[in-house]
């Protein structure tokens, strides 16, 4: 046990390292600290109330009072921007945690088990795949109706195949070492190996997984809420502001144009942190990049 | 589904015979000098959205109306006053009682295929909507038995007075008049058959439909040879190609922009004050929204002018009753003023607080969706908090239906006479009175207006009952909204209809 953490430590001081020499990694990292800041203290932080409608105050351009100008209903865009941070992370945690559990104890199951389990399990995960990602989850918001909570299983169950996968495609490897026939040999039962022996061993390639998940999720989150059917109004999410900003590009560039630069900026955090780490964790692994280029 | 789509599109249209009334101008720019087939040109004209099909009695969508106002004919037709005019009837007269209506036909008028239309069509058309119970059954409330005396000669006799009966018989194309063979074999859905000025020519779902001169029209023959209808969802894209030429014409423009569109000389744009309004309903059968207090104090906590603003950019004026300001039957009455005190005073009488109310809106009225935010943010001033529920339209209605809302935003399109304004809304007994609302003084007075006689009395009942809808708060009424529609330089002829017909038979295009 204390070589195993001994050799946690060492790998995540060894990441850290490599993160700091990365610039593009480095960038990405505060830009995700920034995020994350802003996610958790948006209300506290935000200038002022993001359901404060003043329509005298209606579609102002950038100024001092307002750096972002303010929407159609005389909202301030900055607060806006600010408040909606916190759907956008709270979604993506959640979904890709969803898919990472769920996900990752099916192909782990799979691959340890093989034989019919394997089969059953994966194929339906073949046929969850077949779906192009966004169609998958407008179809899943229009069974179980618009808003946050039903955003995050859509998006969720939109992700798990991919971590299946990934999680099974280690386990088939690890469960063939030395190690795991060792503890099989003491008579170790099937969970203590899947959790101590296997899971551990397959970890990296998850955890690069997870980080650029994370970027398509709130990507996904976004597309929904565009549609109407993630954050309903007038709570504010980047992808809904988006959307009401198009009937105004012409006039008033800044409503689309903030919560379009935060969906940039933060699928292109998440992409880069993500990056680095599979540089750093998993160099070999190519399933990752492929896989996340077929989501796309 | 049908119910309210079909209020909301319903009486938007209307008629056909105004040719002779209102559009007699119509320069039609005659290039080649001559009339030879093929120079008047086909106008593209862009509709926010694709008709669910072309029965003009089974449809209930506004968009269905754009097209089936120039392809059907009415016995009468509203003027640009919105005053009935003979339509495919010549004249008519009425029975010493008011029970026995008798309207002579127009000599020698046919349908698009040159078959006749006779008295036994008009008799089929009614019978077809009352026998099967279709939307506009209702405005045959008091129609005991239609019979063709000859076939020029209908015979309409009615239980009771009914002094709104032409308006009921043309206010628009919901009540047309349509071929039997056409209406059995089905094609009536995709390829109607009508009257009208233009016929169906072909259908493409998703895609277009196209109209062509209906070369057997009763009246002057219309300028263009037909009309291409395109389905153009988003206002910034249909202006765009209004713009670039693709378009001759639309009415899906970006609210936001028709201010200044209007300044500009290119494209024409024209907004004139619509008979449509918009209001807020609570659901009387749920707590605590039966309290009158409770339902006054959110008509006080509102603002008007900034829901208006917001919703409509200014192309909308604010009123506290239905009927807007142009209408003969108009009632000045504006007893609520934004006043958050008297509605928090209200509300501790009515013994509510921290009230959470729920407020149902749909995405094919995104105005819902924009007013219900500056709605939210007025009540919570004082103390209410808002749940904004934003569905889509076919379950927004079947949530209406079932009366699962605390409250709902939506409007009335098209409407003409004051029966049509508050009759199935707020009678105990109405089709539309899904917030069950039930005033014993409102329900003998609407029945009693609806057989007044006497204009004046008429005219005074309606404005008790007026008085007393908004007393009681049973809609919450916000504003009556312009309509606005763009066309290119090339069009000539074409006039905005405060009913929202949209008429295309005196327009010509230049080339």
Redesign the interface.
Known sequence: MSEQTINHEGQLRRVLAALRRDPLALTGSLVLVVLVVVGVGGSWLAPSGINEVNVDQMLQPPSWAHPFGTDELGRDVLSRVMVAARVSLQVGLVSVGIALVVGATLGLFAGYYRGWLDNVLMRCMDVLFAFPVLLLAVAIVAVLGPGLVTAMVAIGVVYTPIFARVTRAGVLSVREQVFVRAAVSVGASDLRIMRRHVLPNIAAPLIVQTSLSLAFAILSEAALSFLGLGVQPPDPAWGRMLFDGRGFVTDAWWLGFFPGAAIFLTVLAFNLVGDALRDVLDPRQLTVSEARRSTA | MSRTRFRLAGATIALMLAAAAGCSGGEGVDVDGNDTAGAGGVLNAAIGGEPDQLDPHKTSAYYSFQVLENVFDTLVEPDANLEMKPSLATEWTTSEDQLTWTFTLREGVKFSDGSPLTAEDVVYSYNRIIDEKLNNAYKFGTVKSIEATDPKTVVVTLNAPTPNLLANLGGFKGVAIVQKANVESGEITTKPVGSGPFAVENYSSGDSIRLVRNDNYWGEKPKLDGVRYTFVS???VALQNLRGGEVHWTDNL?P??VPALLDGDDPTVQSVPSTDYWYLALNQARKPYDDVNVRRAIAFALDRE?IT??AKFGLATVNQTAIPQNSAFYYEYAPYTHDVNQAKQLLDQAGVNGLTMDLMVT?EYPET??A???I???L?AVGITVE???LDFAQWLDEQGAGKFDSFMLGWLGNIDPDEFYYAQHHSDGTFNFHEYANPNVDRLLDQARTETDQAARKQQYEQVAKQIVDDASYIYLYNPDVAQGWSKQVSGYEVRTDRAIRFRDVALAR
């Open positions: 988003d206002p910034t970006p936001q922009q900034a603003k917001a995405n969706v924009t219900a935010q500056v939210a943010s007025q919570e904004i529920r934003t």
